[in-house]
């Protein structure tokens, strides 16, 4: 009896610990997927530029261009609706949030590069060399045990736009 209740404890101890190896997989890769997502999608909103402030010598961003080129990015490399919810198969369960955007360009006033970039709020502190976009993220992480962090992650992204 006493070796049947030790072998049923080795197996669950086994399945408990399998799991939560399988949960922190997951999430390890949820946040992988997502940080090359918002790379990705800060390179492609860095590149919506104003061409004819461009021929001027001043980078200008686009802001609408911008944002919407960020968005697609993420839909297409975070398996997304174009309503922002995951299609099927992807990691996410609930759409991503974009709670904070900024834009330092040749616009935006009193700024000479290289230039200390602060939001104390949002936990942003970057030294920009060059223009740059900034995009904070809120993303709801998949919950696979009752262990899990049940809760949502941040993610910031601050790209500047490619100088050479």
């Known amino acids: 009896m006493n070796r049947a209740l030790l072998l049923l404890y080795v197996i669950l101890l086994f399945l408990y610990t399998t799991g939560f190896e399988a949960d922190r997989f997951v999430t390890s890769t949820t946040h992988n ?6 790379n990705h999608g800060g390179h492609d909103a860095s590149l919506q530029v104003d061409k004819g402030q461009l ?13 919407s080129a960020f968005e697609a990015s993420l839909r297409y490399n975070l398996q997304l609706h174009e309503d922002g919810t995951p ?7 609930a759409a991503p949030v974009v709670v904070f955007e900024d834009y330092v360009d040749d616009s935006t006033p009193g700024v000479l590069f290289p230039y200390r970039y602060t939001q104390e709020s949002r936990r942003i502190d970057k030294l920009l060399k ?3 976009v900034v995009y904070q993220v809120k993303v709801k ?9 049940d809760g949502y992650i941040y993610k910031t992204v601050v790209y500047e736009y490619p100088l050479l």
Do not use: D, M, Y
Not at 33 to 38: D, P, V
Not at 61 to 67: K, S
Not at 141 to 149: A, E, G, Q, T, Y
């Open 141 to 149: 992480l998949p919950r696979n045990n009752v262990l899990s962090f």
């Open 130 to 132: 060059g223009p740059a």
């Open 55 to 67: 021929s001027e010598g001043r980078i200008v961003f686009v802001r609408t261009e911008a944002r």
């Open 33 to 38: 997927r997502l940080k090359f997502a918002l």
């Open 87 to 93: 299609e099927s198969g992807s990691l996410l369960r």
